[in-house]
């Protein structure tokens, strides 16, 4: 109980860090905002409209006050090109952004497990290289060039899949393919070193000895102490997951929270800009959280104490 | 014979960027015959859709990608080993300091913060090289106090401070050069990973700027003509997986001379 206060209090921290640095990234813009938003041509009442609207008239102090009380409030400000409040446009966007996630996590753990078992079992064979091989390309390959890629071959010569877009099942095939793909590599290694470490286990030993069955073994036992670490490396790579997905969301013109991002730095929509990197930044660490909630649950043997 | 492939690639790779404005390259030149040209003998790679020799271009792009690249890792590198290395050393209320710092900045994903730092300075190389290294300082500074946290109570240490050493020297003699190993692997890694976020930002048009060759911009341009010329995407595409594969196989030889990578996975 004590662990899950003080993660809860250490987790509301960073996001209160992540706010202010948030907020603090417009300020950082060389020159004045408005000058940038508008360019040079514009008139000095436009101007003045922005900036208020903006509410960069105010004190900074002032500013940042408003910023929390509005983010409290679920408040993120208003769109500089269409007008609608930036929480809406967000909620519109992000459905979109978790189904590709999922989907990619979906593709990587299909794809990770029985790769890196098979790696472990077979360690040091070349159906091991083979798999380990695929894994370093998995990682070494950009999602940007994986995924026109991917176009080319499924959607322009084969025509099984839509070029972009978000229409049925066979459009989300790609992007979460092109997404899950350098997860996908980096799990199957972390499947096979840690499975590796628990075959060398007493446990191990003693569930042969019993009788049963190798197959029995690996899955029942040894799996599933191997994939306590790689709960924890999930967790932590879903970072690069989201990140990933505003460049894939890109590629495929997938209609979510990335593509509102990149739309909007295009713009120069500044609010809508902290509002989606404020929104991938708090469900990361919301994520994180959830993992090493469920760490302590799945793992007894851990001690929970707080992590530096 | 495979051991030198991944030294081979990175040869060239550095040998392009550096004698490449020696060269008679012309990666501008706009040539109307060549517009959207397939691989030819007199121009082996194709041209682009303005006709611009490909492989010249790719050859321009490598200098982007090796110059910015080698800034970022050697910026963030020394500036995150310094911070990470002084804050274990001094220890309280400077360290736990940095630790809140370093772990707003790391509930960021990466290519995130990057994506929102590089846009808010505007487009541009040096802008690219401020924002990447703004975001890759984190991990050296963590790496480092770590390391520094292990290896500060040692006896040589420990006899450095009865000596009267001053802390620069402790930080600078007796500390960095024992963490250095696992922070040479790092910014091995690093450089695999800065190539690939310079080529990524660039795709979305936020890194070099045209006429500047870059190959994320190439695979950008390129991605528009893909049907009719896939060798716009495929070239520069190959060029950044072949880096890519050879840095990160010559970081895994590192790592497995030097021992385990402590740093990334982990609370």
């Not at chain 1, 609010?271 to 090493?292: A, E, K």
Request: hydrophobic share 55%; glycine share 10%.
């Amino acid at each position: 109980m004590d662990f899950l206060v003080r993660r809860l209090f250490s987790a509301l921290v960073t996001v209160v860090g992540v706010a202010t640095l948030v907020f603090f990234l417009i300020h950082l813009i060389p020159g004045d905002p408005v000058d940038r938003i508008l360019g040079d041509s514009a008139r000095p009442a436009d101007r003045e409209a922005l900036r208020t609207a903006l509410g960069l008239d105010a004190p900074v102090s002032v500013q940042f006050g408003d910023f929390l009380s509005g983010l409290a409030r679920l408040d993120l400000g208003d769109s500089i090109v269409s007008g609608r409040p930036v929480a809406s446009l967000i909620a519109q966007h992000l459905p979109a952004t978790l189904q590709l996630a999922a989907a990619a996590l979906a593709i990587a753990l299909l794809v990770a497990v029985p790769l890196g078992v098979i790696a472990a079992r077979r360690r040091g064979t070349r159906l091991d290289s083979l798999a380990m091989g695929f894994s370093l390309l998995g990682v070494s390959i950009p999602n940007f060039w994986l995924g026109p890629m991917l176009i080319l071959v499924f959607s322009l010569w084969l025509g099984w899949t839509p070029v972009s877009g978000r229409e049925g099942l066979a459009s989300l095939v790609l992007p979460a393919l092109t997404l899950g793909t350098s997860l996908a590599a980096v799990l199957a290694r972390m499947v096979r070193s840690s499975l590796l470490e628990v075959l060398e286990e007493d446990f191990m030993r003693t569930a042969r000895a019993k009788g049963l069955d190798e197959n029995t073994v690996v899955w029942r036992h040894g799996l599933r102490n191997a994939l306590l670490p790689v709960v924890t490396l999930v967790g932590l790579q879903l970072g690069a997951l989201l990140g990933g997905a505003v460049i894939t969301e890109t590629v495929f013109a997938w209609p979510g929270i990335g593509l509102l991002l990149v739309d909007a730095i295009q713009a120069r929509d500044y609010p809508v800009v902290q509002g989606c990197v404020l929104t991938i930044s708090t469900t990361y660490v919301l994520v994180n959280l959830g993992t090493d909630l469920i760490y302590g649950v799945i793992d007894p043997r851990i001690e929970l104490t707080e992590s530096t | 014979m495979t051991r030198w492939l991944p030294i081979a690639v990175l040869a060239v790779w550095a040998g392009a960027a550096l004698v490449g404005p020696l060269l008679p390259l012309e990666p501008s030149r706009v040539t109307l015959d060549a517009l959207l040209q397939g691989p030819s003998p007199g121009l082996w790679l194709g041209g682009d859709e303005l006709g611009r020799p490909v492989l010249d271009r790719l050859v321009a792009g490598a200098r982007v990608s090796f110059f910015v690249a080698v800034s970022v890792v050697v910026l963030s590198g020394i500036t995150g080993t310094l911070l990470g290395a002084t804050a274990a050393y001094l220890g309280g209320r400077v360290d736990s300091t940095l630790g809140r710092i370093v772990d707003v900045f790391l509930a960021f994903p990466g290519i995130l913060l990057a994506i929102a730092l590089s846009a808010l300075l505007g487009p541009g190389v040096f802008n690219l090289v401020v924002a990447l290294s703004l975001v890759g300082w984190v991990g050296y500074a963590r790496l480092a106090r770590a390391q520094v946290l292990s290896i500060r109570q040692r006896d040589h240490v420990l006899a450095a401070e009865a000596l009267g050493a001053g802390r620069a020297r402790i930080v600078f003699r007796h500390l960095i050069p024992l963490a250095v190993a696992p922070l040479l692997v790092e910014a091995t890694f690093g450089v695999a990973a800065v190539i690939v976020a310079e080529a990524g930002l660039s795709f979305l048009g936020l890194g070099a700027q045209p006429p500047t060759a870059s190959w994320g911009s190439m695979i950008r341009e390129g991605s528009r003509y893909m049907l009719v010329a896939p060798h716009l995407v495929i070239a520069p595409g190959m060029a950044i997986l072949l880096v890519v594969l050879a840095v990160n196989l010559t970081g895994d030889r590192l790592q497995d001379r030097f021992g385990r990578r402590t740093g990334r996975a982990g609370s």
